[in-house]
């Protein structure tokens, strides 16, 4: 079966950064666009970056030039890169494919960025 497993969260002052990691297994990991996703306190889960599978990006405006979405194939590992995390990128990041239709989902990852 499909598993997405995301790992690299944590608590970080602002200006400063992490790397999200999403380890998947069950798919051809090459095939896939992949995407990042956070849901923040109070607010509807939103897309923050994709990854076509031949490494074409997109990101959400309030990310563009902060977060950089990357992939391995030899991994199959989908990363993304936060520098500059502001108050507001605090949320918990989902790594996200779509596999025969259906929409996967790993476990998520808290981001909490304070002082």
């Known amino acids: 079966q499909v598993q997405l497993v995301e790992s690299g969260g944590g608590l970080v002052q602002p200006g400063g950064s992490l790397r999200l990691s999403c380890a998947a297994s069950?798919?051809?990991?090459?095939?896939?666009?992949m995407d990042w996703y956070r849901q923040g306190p109070g607010k509807q889960r939103e897309l923050v970056a994709a990854i076509t599978s031949g490494g074409r990006t997109n990101y959400a405006d309030s990310v563009k030039g902060r977060f950089t979405i990357s992939r391995d194939s030899a991994k199959n590992t989908v990363y993304l890169q936060m520098n500059s995390l502001k108050p507001e990128d605090t949320a918990v990041y989902y790594c996200?494919?779509?596999?025969?239709?259906?929409?996967?989902w790993g476990q998520g990852t808290q981001v909490t960025v304070s002082s």
């Open positions: 069950g798919i051809i990991f090459s095939i896939y666009a």
């Open positions: 996200h494919v779509k596999h025969l239709s259906r929409d996967y």
